[in-house]
């Protein structure tokens, strides 16, 4: 074949990857800190933070930035519209689309999971989608097995991830004590796709992200070529070494989206502006729904926290010392070389947004209580709180809310 045959063949891809004609890689707009958040941005940088940072206070957005690189190996700087995997913070839009077809009519929270799982085992017949949502449903989670980082590795479609579950043997009967379940948040996923009629990613896409403008925001299912899409890192005996592999079908719906600090701000300005979800479903997702239903309860580093339809609700500013009061809703997440944690104080409409791609360097729980803090006058958080009770102790009984009577 002639030189120039080649050339006419190769020519919409060299288009399709001239970065002067796509306007998917069009620079970011960054917004540097203000003056009450100084020494939040010096902290970052001298702790070379990597990952991208959204703080705002009302409709005024205080800081806007990427910290560090979205590629290590290519020198690629992280900016606002880096697209980082979401890892837990996921759940929230997954128990938002629960809710959304419930006010449609498609579904109840009080539905017994096995009218929308089949096969069903029998030990799940007293399980309801508020069990699930609230992590009290007691259903076995492989993601707890372990032997589950080789499991990850592999593809599973959302009937083989219920499958592992309904092979382990119940934690505790619904709704009598508490333990964190991403396979209870997977199989919420698969009734989404069936009460829809639609994929759990196709769902999320045409009924939030379309709707709220959240273009950069979607499943991540490891295949599509994503611009902007950062890397994922571990910080290991001091250095840096990139992450473990994770097929992405496995975290599925308790762990599988991906976003961008700027439209997870989208996403938090439209649900507690009430725009999304109407004000009893809010409620609901809060876990302050009131009358009859109960919410479970949860220790974590000495602190009461309640547990709504993924989000957690709690004064988060006492997870660091020096600690402070005020009610706040949030999220962390974590999966292999990223960790998210989006935060809102409702009190004073404050947004705390911070993903990272490098794991192992600073704790997000910090980072984000340092930005509450200095925008309410409180002493600047200088380290998180011990772990008590330790990691790998028991369930947490399931206690009901101050603000919601047990049913």
Known sequence: MRKMDWLRLL????????????????????????????????????????????VARGDKI?????????????NIPADPETKYKLASVTKQFTAAAILLLQERGKLSVNDNICKWIDPCPAAWRPVTLHHLLTHSSGVGSPHNLPDFAKTARLPATPAELAAMSAALPM??????????????????????ERASGKSYAEFLRTE?????????????????????RADGYDFKESKLVRANFEDMSVPYSAGGLYSTVEDLRIWYKALF?????????LRAMLGEAGGKVRYPTHEYRGLTLLYGYGLENGPLGRIVLPGFDGKQYFHTGSIEGFRSLATYVPEQDITVIAISNVTGVLPLLLLSQKAVAALTGKAEPTKVAPLTPPAGAAPTPAQPAANAPVR
Do not use: C
């Not at 306007?23 to 991208?52: I, K, M, N």
């Not at 502006?273 to 479903?281: M, N, P, Q």
């Open 62 to 74: 205080l800081l806007n930035r990427g910290y560090g690189m979205a590629n290590y190996e290519w």
């Open 171 to 192: 934690d505790f009967a619904p709704g009598t004590q508490w333990a964190y379940s991403n396979g209870g948040y997977n199989l919420l996923g698969i009734v989404i």
């Open 11 to 54: 020519a919409p891809f060299l288009l399709l990857l001239s970065p002067t004609r796509s306007p998917a890689v069009a620079a970011a707009v960054t917004v540097q800190p203000a003056p009450e958040l100084e020494g939040l941005h010096r902290y970052l940088v001298d702790r070379r933070f990597s990952g991208s940072v959204l």
């Open 208 to 228: 939030i992200f379309e709707p709220l403008g959240m273009r950069n925001s979607g499943y991540d299912d490891g295949k599509a070529v994503l611009a902007k």
């Open 273 to 281: 502006g009430k725009r999304f979800l109407s004000e009893a479903s």
